[in-house]
């Protein structure tokens, strides 16, 4: 039987461009959005230092130090890391093992599991987030606790002594 053949005055043409002829689903998929990052795939492992001048997705294994400067870096689910982390923000929903040091924002996702030491500006833990280290928010923390510096160590104790009465300051 052959594919283009007439039948009943109609011609393969006419069969053809008839729209009720051709069922198919229309495609409604959008094309992937350009993105700069890059993804370390789960089967992926890297040793060594890492640098990169955008974002980054880890669902592999990597040991060493990751130098992320200036762009996000996020450990996926699948993701395991053995590293000291240097970036600007950092997502974390897989392992990690070793310091963050981000000069914005951190955050430990739920299921994500970290050991090491934070430094950062901003931290967000979510529930089930593990997290075993110390987090240092420096300056912005420290300014915010630290009590008004006196120009003289007495200097305290005369403003005191000027608030009271007349009589206790004579007794004293």
Known sequence: MAIFKKSDGIDSETLMADPRASKAPVSKAQPARQTNSSIIGPTMEFNGELSADEDLIIDGLVKGTIKHHNKH????????????IHASSVMVLGKLIGDIHSSGSVTLSKGSDV????????????????FRGQIDMGEQREASKAPPKQKHPDAGAQENLRSLPQKARTAS
């Open 115 to 130: 050991v090491g030491n934070i430094f950062c500006a901003r931290i967000a833990m979510e529930d089930g987030a593990r």
């Open 73 to 84: 870096l996020t450990v996926g689910r699948t993701g395991r890391v053995k590293a000291d």
